[in-house]
């Protein structure tokens, strides 16, 4: 069974700090992502990364930043938290940029003040 | 531009059939994808189509036509724990996925 996890389900930070979201893999997957999900919208891609210490900007990468120095774990960082900020973060992972699957984590609701 | 439409929400009875549609219109087409996702959970994979057609899988099919950006995903038999959004998601030209919005499914007795 794939197993993606997230640090925290749920998060509370205070406008301009700075915030770490973690996700890690056990399927030892090529491919990382990170999503935001918002009442009325579809997911929307942040970032992603194909491989360790490469990461690509997806829709939305303002006020993001991301790490990936080892394969199984992908880093989300909100250098300056501001309250539209506030969301469901999804990471997912999956084995190659075209295989069928994305496997996604249980997600972090991120509430900032 | 691209998108994904859906309805936002649907009910349906338990034991009965229920269609959720979506239209896409997208720039370059590299298969379709529908994803379950309970309150509070993540999404989990439901099914891929990327030909024309039918793929069947339990009480869950899937249709697609290219030709009119559409698919639509068929749950039959529906139980209580069918309760849930139903996502669609396109993968376009560059091959990262475009999500629709997701159509809550709620479920009566």
């Known amino acids: 069974d794939v197993k993606v996890t997230q640090s925290s389900r749920y998060l509370v930070k205070r406008t301009g700090e700075k915030v770490f979201l973690e996700c890690v893999q056990d399927?030892?997957?090529?491919?990382m992502f990170w999503y935001r999900q918002d009442p009325g919208l579809g997911l929307r891609l942040i970032y992603f990364s194909y491989d360790v210490k490469m990461k690509e900007k997806g829709d939305i990468p303002e006020g993001y930043s991301v790490s990936r120095e080892k394969k199984e774990r992908f880093s989300l960082i909100l250098e300056s938290a501001s309250t539209n900020q506030t969301s469901m973060y999804l990471c997912?992972?999956?084995?190659?940029?075209?295989?069928?699957?994305?496997?996604f984590g249980p997600g972090t609701r991120l509430l900032v003040l | 531009g691209q998108n994904i439409d859906q309805p936002t929400e649907m009910t349906a009875t338990e034991g009965a059939i229920v269609q959720i549609n979506c239209t896409y219109q997208t720039s370059g087409f590299n298969g379709l994808f529908w994803y379950q996702q309970h309150a509070g959970e993540a999404p989990t994979f439901l099914s891929y189509n990327v030909l024309d057609g039918l793929e069947e899988k339990g009480r869950f099919s899937s249709f697609l036509s290219r030709s009119k950006g559409y698919s639509y995903l068929l749950l039959k038999e529906l139980q209580m724990k069918d309760s849930a959004s139903y996502l669609c998601?396109?993968?376009?030209?560059?091959?990262?996925?475009?999500w629709g919005a997701g159509t809550k499914l709620i479920i009566k007795p």
């Open positions: 998601a396109v993968r376009g030209s560059n091959y990262q996925l475009i």
């Open positions: 399927m030892d997957h090529e491919n």
């Open positions: 997912a992972s999956s084995d190659t940029p075209y295989q069928e699957t994305q496997y």
